[in-house]
């Protein structure tokens, strides 16, 4: 079997590749200030939700679109609040600081339209929380730093809002420095399903 017609559910799923909503840069000001200091992802990723990681390789990104389009068109477009922070322990004994995007209930339906698209897609519920939609701001040596940061950015932090409109699947080459890329965009909502073809003429 080539790689033309191996099942997109056979594929290798690859680090380089994800399914992400990401905040429009207007609003990354105050994620970037932390994120500069602390991050070291910070030229690697966006600031992004991650809803479907690892992902398929770039080269079929297209069909993935097509799988997932119809499930972020049952999504009508909301307001995100980041506000409040919480921190993941890894097994290296390393900590991620990061914000929470409300409401996390509705990032929660996002990410299950999504993976039931492509339900071998199932990486991010497989931590003991299941699925806990953040943006990272920080990797620190310990636990107790990234508790410490959370603290001190909970006393400190304005919260950020934006309206989640899309979401994006993006790509990196792999290459030490290379940062990811949006490749494809697909618009929340039952608007977006509407093809061009259907939309009413000017008069």
């Known amino acids: 079997m080539d790689d033309a017609t191996r099942p997109l559910d056979l594929e290798r799923k690859v680090p380089l590749t994800a399914v992400v909503l990401i905040p429009p840069k207007e609003v990354w000001g105050p994620i970037q200030t932390v994120r500069e200091v ?8 966006m600031p992004h939700v991650t809803l479907l990681f690892p992902f398929v390789p770039e080269r079929r990104l297209a069909e993935a ?3 997932l389009r119809p499930a972020a068109a049952s999504i009508e477009p909301f307001e995100v609040t980041l506000q409040g922070f919480g921190h993941f322990t890894h097994e290296s004994g390393t900590g991620t600081a990061w914000v929470t995007p409300h409401p996390v209930s509705a990032m929660a339906e996002l990410q ?5 698209a492509m339900p071998w897609c199932d990486d ?5 929380g299941g699925f806990t939609p ?3 701001v920080g990797r620190f040596r ?3 730093d990234a508790v410490r940061m959370t603290i001190r950015l909970d006393t400190t932090w304005e919260p950020v809002r934006f309206m989640a409109k899309e979401v994006a699947l993006i790509s990196r080459s792999g ?3 290379d940062p990811f890329h949006v490749q494809i965009t ?6 977006s399903a509407v093809s061009a073809e259907e939309q009413p003429s000017a008069s």
């Open 112 to 116: 299950s339209a999504l993976q039931k």
């Open 65 to 67: 679109a097509e799988l």
């Open 175 to 177: 290459a030490p420095n």
């Open 134 to 136: 953040h943006v990272s």
């Open 186 to 191: 697909l618009p929340l909502g039952a608007q």
């Open 124 to 128: 991010v519920l497989m931590f003991s």
């Open 142 to 144: 310990s636990r107790g």
């Open 38 to 45: 602390h991050d070291p992802q910070f030229f690697r990723w």
